[in-house]
């Protein structure tokens, strides 16, 4: 047993828990072990979370832009791959937000601002390009996993599976809402995500100028 295989229990019991009911004690019960064996790898539930966060997010590639590669399409095929390896896992975007970087993470991130410099921007442009995308992926699928975890606690009909007729009279009371959705479909869905991705990157094109 080491800290990565722990880590990875720890994920699959994220999964039938969720954070909030993650504990030390039940990860020692699915291991065989008892609680002490896990602080000997782990000094605190946090230093766990943390390891766990890092071993969800070592699934994404480390790769940088390629030759043929533009600054936007690598940004957005990143992004695209960062909400799919969140939506994951139970919380996942939960466990991620709340977890401190390693010297590893922070090593790779230095390197990609690195790379980004070489492709025209400022370390700062660079920096802030990359934690605004990041700080939109965690958000957009902390809303999905919320929104999705709440109709699961309450049994409720998610508006996205109701008939047409239950989302009309849903929509009915708030027409501007209703043409939006209409047209635009679900706000915390794929197409928004998409929409609100375009929107990021093409602003932060907008900044580095000509």
């Not at 922070?106 to 995308?133: C, E, M, P």
């Not at 958000?139 to 007729?165: C, I, K, N, W, Y």
């Not at 928004?192 to 990157?201: H, K, Y």
Request: charged fraction near 25%; charge should be negative.
């Amino acid at each position: 047993m080491n800290r990565r295989t722990i880590a990875a229990a720890g994920l699959d019991l994220l999964d039938e828990t969720g954070l909030d009911g993650l504990t030390v004690r039940k990860l020692a019960a699915r291991l065989e072990v008892k609680s002490p064996a896990l602080y000997w790898h782990f000094k605190s539930k946090h230093e766990l979370l943390d390891e766990m966060a890092r071993l969800l997010e070592s699934e994404q590639d480390r790769e940088f832009p390629g030759e043929d590669e533009t600054w936007d399409a690598w940004m957005t095929r990143q992004a695209r791959a960062r909400r799919r390896i969140l939506l994951s896992r139970r919380d996942g975007a939960r466990l991620i937000a709340g977890s401190r970087g390693s010297a590893d993470v922070l090593s790779h991130l230095d390197a990609t601002i690195a790379a980004l410099i070489g492709l025209g921007f400022t370390a700062v442009q660079a920096l802030r390009a990359l934690t605004t995308i990041n700080s939109y992926v965690t958000g957009f699928v902390l809303e999905e996993q919320a929104d999705r975890q709440r109709h699961a606690d309450t049994g409720e009909t998610p508006p996205e599976d109701m008939s047409p007729e239950q989302q009309e009279q849903l929509l009915s009371a708030t027409p501007a809402l209703g043409q939006a959705i209409r047209e635009g479909g679900d706000p915390g869905g794929p197409a928004a995500f998409e929409d609100g991705l375009r929107t990021i990157v093409a602003g932060i094109g907008q900044a580095l100028g000509p």
